[in-house]
């Protein structure tokens, strides 16, 4: 199974940037994705990737203003945050597009003043 070590979060204040990183155990690539998810609230796909890297997708509420990319030599995702907002306060995940499993600590990203 695949592993995921995500690392990059931190406090941003609003209109802020972060990136995410997340190193993964495999050497050969599937569809990936960012996740995030806030207390009581069911995890949401923000961020994907193909296997072939050309195509990403975004959740409506991240798009214009996250980038996520990949680096395979690295074994590394990103997760470009740009104008961060309060509504971006969540731990955030990486893991296979489909069928995520065996989820990792996530990295805490909070937007305050």
């Known amino acids: 199974q695949a592993q995921f070590v995500e690392s990059g979060g931190g406090l941003a204040q609003p209109g802020g940037s972060l990136r995410l990183s997340c190193v993964v155990s495999?050497?050969?690539?599937?569809?990936l994705a960012w996740y995030r998810q806030t207390p009581g609230k069911q995890r949401e796909l923000v961020a994907s990737?193909?296997?072939?890297?050309?195509?990403?997708n975004y959740a409506d509420s991240v798009k214009g203003r996250f980038t996520i990319s990949r680096a395979i030599a690295k074994k590394t995702i990103y997760l470009q945050m740009n104008n961060l907002s309060s509504e971006d306060t969540a731990v955030y995940y990486c893991?296979?597009?489909?069928?995520?499993?065996?989820w990792g600590q996530g990295t805490q990203v909070t937007v305050s003043s």
């Open positions: 495999e050497n050969i690539f599937p569809a």
């Open positions: 893991n296979k597009r489909d069928g995520p499993s065996d």
């Open positions: 990737i193909s296997s072939g890297g050309t195509i990403r």
